[in-house]
């Protein structure tokens, strides 16, 4: 099936930016089933990753049916880009997949500490798109009548927190009393030193004051949460208890960023309709992400170096039929 794509943007009027001068942005992307004599195309922007053909700006493809919407929440720091590979396969599948850029905890725009610190605003964000009618007619999609959620990294935390998930203590508050081996993710690495002058912007005050609210949404089914973080140590184990919807979880066996025999197990305990599958063969963090450009590999080589002997885009094929086979049997 063709893929379409689009881009958009809109806003949450129920939340400030983190400046406190504007409504909060959100800026979405979406991979979609078009027909197939729509031309697909290679974007010549300039990405860290390599980008897959899409038809840009194509109509949804006709169908009896309302597709499935899969909305999708990127890992810490990263872009909505970071996760073509799984949207552009999901879209393959017969899924609209929308993802959006996280305001603040996103390389679209400047890293902003609030961002990488309030976590929960991600949860929000997917709620808001959810809410705004925008880009169903940007896509001319009248009625959606399943929605799932899928996140990598802290995306995964983002996606937990809709159905239900609760935070206990934020990674990096003081009084939190699973101490972090790290003072802060590869993109912020002393993110915890940012905590005190915070204090002085109304707009963190009132997200730091709320951390501990409920964040789910009831139109999401289910839950994919790939390689999920050590923030998700955080939540309250009362929360993840009664989480009453399907959980699939996804980690690799080489993964020191987000170690599964740490985040994954925690979570499979605790969540009574969880599944959870390590990846073997060497798998890593950052083997979630999309291949490589020339441009990504010479600026950040690290993301794209996967065990010898390892096909990242096998891994994003199995990843991505694992998923449309569970959203399908939800």
């Given at each position: 099936m063709q893929v379409g794509f689009k881009t958009g943007a809109c806003v949450d009027p129920h939340r400030l930016n983190w400046d406190g001068t504007a409504a909060r942005p959100l800026a979405w992307v979406a991979w979609y089933p078009t027909d197939e004599n729509w031309v697909a195309k290679v974007t010549s922007e300039k990405s860290w990753f390599r980008k897959e053909p899409v038809a840009f700006n194509a109509p949804v493809a006709r169908s009896q049916r309302p597709f499935p919407l899969v909305v999708l929440s990127h890992g810490s720091g990263a872009t909505a880009d970071a996760l073509e590979w799984l949207g552009f396969r999901l879209a393959q599948r017969g899924f609209v997949a929308l993802a959006v850029n996280h305001h603040g905890h996103t390389g679209s725009e400047p890293y902003r500490a609030e961002g990488f610190l309030c976590m929960w605003e991600r949860a929000s964000d997917l709620s808001a798109i959810l809410?705004?009618?925008?880009?169903?007619?940007?896509?001319?999609?009248?009625?959606?009548?399943?929605?799932?959620?899928?996140?990598?990294?802290?995306?995964?935390?983002?996606?937990?927190?809709?159905?239900?998930?609760?935070?206990?203590?934020?990674?990096?508050?003081?009084?939190?009393?699973?101490?972090?081996?790290?003072?802060?993710?590869?993109?912020?690495?002393?993110?915890?030193?940012?905590?005190?002058?915070?204090?002085?912007?109304?707009?963190?005050?009132?997200?730091?004051?709320?951390?501990?609210?409920?964040?789910?949404?009831?139109?999401?089914?289910?839950?994919?949460?790939?390689?999920?973080?050590?923030?998700?140590?955080?939540?309250?184990?009362?929360?993840?208890?009664?989480?009453?919807?399907?959980?699939?979880?996804?980690?690799?066996?080489?993964?020191?960023?987000?170690?599964?025999?740490?985040?994954?197990?925690?979570?499979?305990?605790?969540?009574?309709?969880?599944?959870?599958?390590?990846?073997?063969?060497g798998v890593g963090h950052y083997t979630f992400l999309p291949e490589g450009s020339a441009i990504g590999q010479e600026a950040a080589p690290e993301l794209f170096l996967d065990k010898e002997g390892l096909d990242r885009t096998s891994v994003h094929d199995e990843v991505a039929v694992k998923a449309a086979e569970f959203f399908a049997n939800a």
């Open positions: 809410d705004d009618p925008g880009w169903q007619r940007s896509l001319e999609i009248e009625t959606i009548d399943q929605v799932f959620a899928a996140g990598f990294s802290a995306g995964a935390y983002t996606a937990l927190l809709l159905v239900g998930a609760r935070v206990a203590f934020s990674q990096f508050e003081p009084g939190n009393p699973e101490k972090s081996p790290i003072r802060g993710p590869r993109e912020f690495p002393n993110l915890v030193n940012e905590l005190p002058r915070l204090y002085e912007n109304p707009v963190f005050r009132i997200s730091w004051g709320r951390r501990r609210s409920d964040f789910s949404d009831l139109r999401i089914r289910t839950v994919l949460a790939i390689a999920p973080g050590r923030s998700v140590l955080g939540f309250s184990q009362d929360s993840l208890r009664s989480i009453s919807r399907p959980v699939y979880l996804i980690g690799g066996d080489r993964d020191t960023v987000a170690p599964p025999e740490q985040c994954c197990t925690w979570l499979s305990d605790n969540i009574p309709r969880c599944s959870s599958e390590i990846l073997g063969g």
